[in-house]
């Protein structure tokens, strides 16, 4: 299985690449349209803006063939602000349309908890994972090697909303709210938290997701 990564300017990609050929994955870090066209499977992962995150994808020509390749049913696993670009639009310094392969927005996490009291911004540390979206557990999703309460880490500022509760495919609680940390919409696989940081718990997501990639 040959693993496409695409490089848009905005991550740190050797620990992605690490993360997957530690599971026997060929590994391609690309800039290149042509070569996402012909990938088995895609991953975007991504730190910091959106506004940037998009603005990169847009001016090497990766947009369409992203889309493209989403909609044929290409596995497409995004990372942190990867994930958030999943989305249809962003809020993060002004109004910023997405790859729309997710319905949902992506906006602000509040400064304040649930109670009112303040809370730090961004979001940094190791939270546990619930099943989402009416789900009693993980079982056939690519969180399928995870139990409930297992932990991942977690460094954001902005949230992704799915529109439709099902998408989101599981939570964390932060401040006294629920935080969507993985959405999945067709062949899309999101996680807010960083899998190829998250120990052996985040090596479990990248091999299922391998494992299913390959099915």
């Known amino acids: 299985m040959k693993v496409t990564i695409i490089d848009y300017g905005l991550s740190n990609l050797l620990s992605v690449q690490h993360a997957f050929a530690r599971f026997g994955a060929e590994t391609l870090l690309t800039s290149d349209p042509a070569e996402v066209l012909r990938a088995d499977a895609l991953v975007l992962p991504g730190v910091g803006a959106f506004r940037d995150g998009m603005a990169g994808l847009e001016k090497l020509g990766l947009i369409e063939p992203i889309r493209q390749k989403a909609t ?32 949902g927005r ?74 969507c940390a993985a959405a999945t919409h067709g062949s899309v696989l999101g996680c807010q938290f960083h899998p190829e940081k998250s120990g052996e718990v985040g090596l479990k997501i990248i091999e299922e997701f391998l494992k299913s990639a390959e099915r």
């Open 72 to 103: 044929a049913g290409t596995p497409l696993l995004g990372i942190c602000l990867g994930m958030q670009m999943l989305f249809d639009e962003s809020e993060e310094f002004g109004l910023h349309k997405g790859l729309g392969l997710i319905p």
């Open 106 to 179: 992506v906006v602000k996490i509040p400064g304040t908890d649930a109670d009112g009291c303040p809370q730090r911004v961004p979001h940094i540390s190791w939270e546990p994972l619930y099943p989402g979206g009416g789900r009693a557990d993980f079982a056939g999703t690519a969180l399928a090697q995870l139990r409930a309460g297992e932990e991942c880490y977690f460094i954001h500022s902005y949230e992704a909303k799915p529109l439709q509760d099902a998408d989101c495919l599981a939570y964390t609680t932060y401040g006294g709210r629920q935080i």
